[in-house]
Antibody
Framework: EVQLVESGGGLVQPGRSLRLSCAASGFTFDDYAMHWVRQAPGKGLEWVSG????????GYADSVKGRFTISRDNAKNSLYLQMNSLRAEDTALYYCVKRGFITGLDYWGQGTLVTVSS | QSVLTQPPSASGTPGQRVTISCSGSSSNIGSNYVYWYQQLPGTAPKLLIY???QRPSGVPDRFSGSKSGTSASLAISGLRSEDEADYYCAAWDDSLRGVFGGGTKLTVL
């Protein structure tokens, strides 16, 4: 059974940093691209970033480019999101998502909540 | 402002057929596959449709997807109370970034 468990969320002041982690299990982690998708309270889904299986291809939404860095450690079956210079508008539930070969974003974690506030 | 455009709400009575539209552009829906997700209250999104019209195993055939040009739609037939949820369309754009619709809240009357 595919499991994605996010951690690292919390309350942080504007301008500070936070690192999210996602522990994956139940599938061959280093075969698949992984993504982060966020959802602000009461709002819709927003794609944040994605990374290929070997970290050779990485992409970011314009809203986070230059502030967030996605990475992965295939030996640890883990995905990360380093978030710097956080803003109030980054407040959201952050989901770790597996991308299937043909099924798109097919498995989602339960999310970790990031709140940016002074 | 979401890249893909969906109606904010839809409704139907049990047993009815409802459709939810999703409009994009040539750089996303027009040249890439469309995906649909269902998000029940308080839960993570669940994949409903992939590659325009394919259902993952376990998704009832009451759910169907279609795409034409730069638009797509999700149809739900035989509407049931448990279908009450938020529905999102999604696609990749030509820069390989993900784009989502703003979501449609489906109410079963």
């Amino acid at each position: 059974e595919v499991q994605l468990v996010e951690s690292g969320g919390g309350l942080v002041q504007p301008g500070r940093s936070l690192r999210l982690s996602c522990a994956a299990s139940g599938f061959t982690f280093d075969d698949y691209a992984m993504h982060w998708v966020r959802q602000a309270p009461g709002k819709g889904l927003e794609w944040v970033s994605g990374i290929s299986w070997n970290s050779g291809s990485i992409g970011y939404a314009d809203s986070v480019k230059g502030r967030f860095t996605i990475s992965r450690d295939n030996a640890k079956n883990s995905l990360y999101l380093q978030m710097n210079s956080l803003r109030a508008e980054d407040t959201a539930l952050y989901y770790c998502v597996k991308r299937g070969f043909i099924t798109g974003l097919d498995y989602w974690g339960q999310g970790t909540l990031v709140t940016v506030s002074s | 402002q979401s890249v893909l455009t969906q109606p904010p709400s839809a409704s139907g009575t049990p047993g009815q057929r409802v459709t939810i539209s999703c409009s994009g552009s040539s750089s996303n829906i027009g040249s890439n596959y469309v995906y649909w997700y269902q998000q029940l209250p308080g839960t993570a999104p669940k994949l409903l449709i992939y590659r325009n019209n394919q259902r993952p195993s376990g998704v009832p055939d009451r759910f169907s997807g279609s795409k034409s040009g730069t638009s797509a739609s999700l149809a739900i037939s035989g509407l049931r109370s448990e279908d009450e949820a938020d529905y999102y369309c999604a696609a990749w754009d030509d820069s390989l970034r993900g784009v989502f619709g703003g979501g449609t809240k489906l109410t079963v009357l």
